[in-house]
């Protein structure tokens, strides 16, 4: 099994943190770290950021994977697409390599049990998906942030997980397809309908044949999904999910934001489902022993044009929506030459 998780250099305790867990169960499985940065960004720091080979058997950065207009397209997402975006290309760089089962993981995840029963599933059906609710109360807060607010905005399934067997027909079909709408349409244009790459899974069982839900509570158990999942212990000390089912892996998102933990209290005042505090307090110790601390607040490069100067999300969006100014700025990010995008930008849209 190929497992890959996609970051920035600020994400890198969270994917040491999976990679740490995940090896614990699975040491054979090869882990992928794609780091959406310059390759040469760790000769410039004055402290020496440790890419661990015992933890990453693979690491790629974006400026060395073959992705076509590389500098043109960067420049057309913020960070947080760009991370998404260049999902669907490793994937299907992988693909073409002949690896045959493939599994994406959000950084910040982590797990708590074996996962042997994906490459089970893996060995029949071209497509894993994980919903990110497979149950429902009638709560009015649970309603509205949990099936509008969260899954009704952003996707039915959520791509913090996905799995493909590349080598079954439906797999092939939908990685050679997911890659060429993350490559042009991976934005969170919710006017449009899009939010980065996941909106796009819902398209999946209408195009595709060759698929599997997995409907087990114990994976990726999330603030989305709290209200209908108890975690508790059973007499081993394994964490259970409603008592049956064990944890396989927890999804702390808005961890940095604070709105995982926003929502965590919500959903444990009162003492309800307590043992979700503890894991937020043993993710945070183990973020803080990974690093966390130092690299919380690490500036992606991409990030900033060539004079250090920030790119505004206006800038980005004029230049997305441009073909003309994609065809004269080949390269945006620049700003040694006279005819840059940002020399343009300042003298015929922010002095206007």
């Keep these: 099994m190929d497992v890959f998780t996609s970051i920035t250099l600020n994400y890198l305790p969270k994917a040491r943190i999976l990679a740490q867990t995940l090896k614990q169960f699975h040491p054979d499985w090869t882990f992928h770290l794609l780091i959406c940065e310059r390759s040469d960004v760790l000769t410039r720091e004055a402290d020496p950021i440790i890419i661990e080979k015992d933890l990453f058997d693979r690491v790629v950065w974006l400026n060395e994977m073959d992705i076509p207009d590389l500098s043109t397209w960067v420049f057309k997402h913020s960070v947080v697409e760009l991370c998404t975006a260049v999902k669907g290309y490793y994937l299907h760089s992988l693909a073409q390599q002949g690896v045959e089962k493939i599994l994406y993981i959000d950084p910040d995840i982590a797990v708590f049990n074996s996962l042997d029963q994906l490459d089970t599933l893996l060995a029949d059906n071209g497509i894993l998906l994980i919903p990110h609710l497979v149950d429902y109360t009638d709560d009015p807060h649970s309603i509205e942030n949990n099936e509008i607010a969260g899954t009704l905005r952003h ?198």
């Design 155 to 352: 996707g039915v399934f959520n791509f913090g997980f996905l799995g493909v067997n590349a080598k079954r027909k439906d797999g092939a079909c939908f990685v050679e397809w997911w890659w060429k709408r993350l490559y042009d349409y991976c934005y969170a244009d919710y006017d449009r309908g899009l939010f980065t790459d996941q909106k796009w899974g819902d398209l999946i069982p209408s195009f595709f044949a060759d698929y599997f839900i997995i409907r087990d509570p114990g994976y990726d158990v999330a603030s989305w999904n709290l209200d209908c999942r108890q975690i508790s212990f059973n007499s081993a000390g394994q964490m259970l999910i409603n008592g049956q089912h064990p944890l396989r892996f927890y999804h702390f998102t808005g961890y940095d934001s604070g709105a995982g933990m926003g929502m965590i209290d919500y959903l444990t005042t009162g003492g309800n489902n307590a043992v979700v505090r503890e894991l937020w307090d043993w993710y945070n110790y183990k973020l803080n022993a990974n690093g966390h601390a130092e690299l919380v607040r690490h500036p992606c490069s991409y990030d900033y044009f060539e004079n250090g100067k920030k790119i505004l999300k206006e800038m980005r969006l004029l230049y997305r929506n441009r073909l003309d100014l994609q065809q004269r700025f080949t390269d945006p990010f620049t700003t040694s030459a006279g005819d840059s995008y940002y020399n343009w930008y300042i003298e015929n849209v922010s002095r206007k």
